[in-house]
């Protein structure tokens, strides 16, 4: 007769008990494991490194970005953000009269902050792994949280954009900056000459190209020469709309963020790169 206790029947059958706990314990395991996998999984998918087939659509995409910031902030700051060579054609006239205005002050504010985003990109870069999906997505992240802090600026900001104030300085800085993360970008995906920020090299390489009149099919160098600068003029154009609208600059730095978002979200999505096969 079993023993009993004050909780009911205490005696039970040792080879019972043994298999009702083993049953209870595989049935935990799977959830555990498969949340387990789950979280694995997706750590790897996040380094991968991104396959560069039709990545160069996302740069030329950041053509348009380039386009919008420039023509917006030229019209209103009097400076590039993005494009160093206008720059230090300002620069060098202010030099010249350094008295007579401030525009050359922005314009070696831009060029600085451009070269210091450089250094730093191309590190972070380097040291991750130019193309593994997390390192891009951190990067256009970086850019992300910049635009958004000078647009933020921008709006709050009630003086004259022509006067040399913190307010100009610092988002124009913060602009500079992420620019130079797209063009390291070019470099990351092995695109060298969409770089975002020049098109004289490009002009040049497109109406040199021995090819230039090929099918449509038969030249994608030729192709994506021809579609930087019609993205960049688009982009001109909208940020020249923006520039003459009540928004102003701010209008622009927050369609950029839209369109970092975007290319963020590809990156996101982007097929990975195929494993070289073992030998």
Same mark, same amino acid.
């Given at each position: 007769m079993a023993a009993t206790d004050?909780?009911?029947?205490a005696g039970r059958d040792a080879n019972h008990d043994n298999s009702t706990q083993g049953a209870s314990d595989s049935e935990n395991q799977p959830l555990l494991g498969g949340k387990a996998k789950s979280t694995s999984s997706f750590t790897e998918y996040m380094k991968e490194d991104i396959d560069?087939?039709?990545a160069d659509l996302l740069l030329l995409?950041?053509?348009?970005?380039?386009?919008?910031?420039?023509?917006?902030?030229?019209?209103?700051?009097?400076?590039?953000?993005?494009?160093?060579?206008?720059?230090?054609?300002?620069?060098g006239l202010g030099l010249?009269?350094?008295?007579?205005?401030?525009?050359?002050?922005?314009?070696l504010t831009s060029i600085g902050?451009?070269?210091?985003?450089?250094?730093?990109?191309s590190r972070f870069h380097r040291y991750f792994s130019p193309k593994r999906r *997390?390192?891009?997505?951190?990067?256009?992240?970086?850019?992300?949280?910049?635009?958004?802090?000078?647009?933020? =600026? $921008?709006?709050?900001?009630?003086?004259?954009a022509g006067q040399l104030r913190w307010e100009v300085l610092v988002p124009l800085a913060l602009v500079a900056f992420q620019s130079s993360g797209q063009a390291v970008t070019s470099r990351a995906l092995q695109y060298n000459a969409l770089t975002s920020v020049v098109l004289t090299s490009i002009y040049c390489d497109l109406f040199s190209d021995p090819l230039l009149v090929a099918g449509l099919t038969q030249n994608?160098?030729?192709?994506?020469?021809?579609?930087?600068?019609?993205?960049?003029?688009?982009?001109?154009?909208?940020?020249?709309? *923006?520039a003459h609208s009540s928004l102003g600059l701010a209008g622009a730095?927050?369609?950029?963020?839209?369109?970092? =978002? $975007?290319?963020?979200?590809?990156f996101f999505l982007w097929k990975a790169e195929k494993p070289a096969p073992r030998t």
């Open positions: 004050g909780y009911g029947t560069r087939r039709w995409l950041s053509y348009i970005i380039t386009g919008l910031l420039d023509s917006s902030a030229v019209f209103i700051w009097g400076s590039f953000v993005s494009m160093q060579t206008g720059n230090t054609v300002y620069l010249v009269e350094p008295t007579k205005g401030t525009r050359w002050i922005k314009s902050f451009f070269c210091f985003g450089s250094f730093c990109f *997390w390192v891009l997505l951190m990067s256009f992240c970086m850019q992300l949280v910049l635009i958004v802090v000078a647009a933020v =600026i $921008v709006m709050i900001d009630t003086g004259e994608a160098e030729r192709n994506r020469r021809a579609a930087a600068p019609l993205l960049l003029l688009a982009g001109a154009i909208f940020g020249g709309l *923006w730095l927050w369609t950029a963020a839209g369109l970092k =978002i $975007v290319i963020m979200g590809a």
